[in-house]
């Protein structure tokens, strides 16, 4: 149990819709990251939000945005969806003002399926 | 651009056999490493993290070794057991920020 969630579980859209997948963080974390694993594969880096700005945006499109609130929670769009964004999103809190311990706490994911 | 390669991408041990899972990196200048295991269709769950200045680190039956001048980590798990059937998953994150970069990982099956 890390102490980070993820809405909803489970997610089914049609090419072109929009999405927005939700991340609840452990409180007093003040980074949180979004990643992407397509099946099979390693989660790919979509962009990270420290204190509420963005921090670093992996090689994702700009239909990929997202935000990050004051209570922890972050959010995750994606606008004008693909077949190939379906995948499983994770997000990942930390504590970066604590370099020592520095673990990357990942939520449970949402799977994504696009049709 | 960091690549992290694991291999074998996918093995089967009897029960009871000792695991060594291998990740590799190709920058060598990484703040930490870190070892997840995932279980199908679920989240990350960390297992390890190693600091770039340690060589290895333990908890319980596993241990995780560093060699960062030749881009390498080895997951030891020993005494392996059917609830260690699991996607094990190796994360390099470099100096300067905080994002990792994941390998493939290493499908395990342990055979009662």
């Known amino acids: 149990e890390t102490g980070v969630t993820q809405s909803p579980t489970h997610l089914i859209k049609t090419r072109g819709q929009q999405v927005t997948l939700r991340c609840s963080s452990q409180?007093?974390?003040?980074?949180v990251s979004w990643y992407q694993q397509a099946l099979g594969q390693g989660p790919q880096f979509i962009f990270q939000?420290?204190?509420?700005?963005?921090?670093g945006r992996g090689n994702f499109p700009p239909r990929f945005s997202g935000l990050q609130f004051p209570n922890y929670s972050s959010e995750l769009n994606v606008n004008a969806l693909e077949l190939d964004d379906s995948a499983l999103y994770l997000c990942?809190?930390?504590?970066?003002?604590?370099?020592?311990?520095?673990?990357?706490?990942f939520g449970p994911g949402t799977r994504l399926t696009v049709l | 651009k960091q690549e992290v390669t694991q291999i074998p991408a996918a093995l089967s041990v009897p029960e009871g056999e000792n695991l060594v899972l291998n990740c590799s990196f190709t920058d060598s200048a990484i703040y930490n490493l870190q070892w997840f295991r995932q279980d199908p269709g679920k989240g990350l769950t960390s297992l390890l993290l190693i600091q770039s200045s340690q060589r290895e680190q333990t908890s319980g039956r596993l241990n995780a070794s560093l060699d960062k001048s030749s881009g390498r980590s080895t997951l030891y798990i020993a005494a392996s057991q059917p609830g260690d059937s699991a996607t094990y998953l190796c994360a390099v994150r470099l100096w300067g920020n905080n994002r990792l970069a994941f390998g493939k990982g290493n499908q395990v099956v342990v055979i009662p």
């Open positions: 990942a809190s930390t504590l970066t003002t604590d370099p020592s311990t520095d673990t990357q706490y």
């Open positions: 409180s007093g974390h003040n980074t």
């Open positions: 939000y420290y204190r509420e700005e963005e921090n």
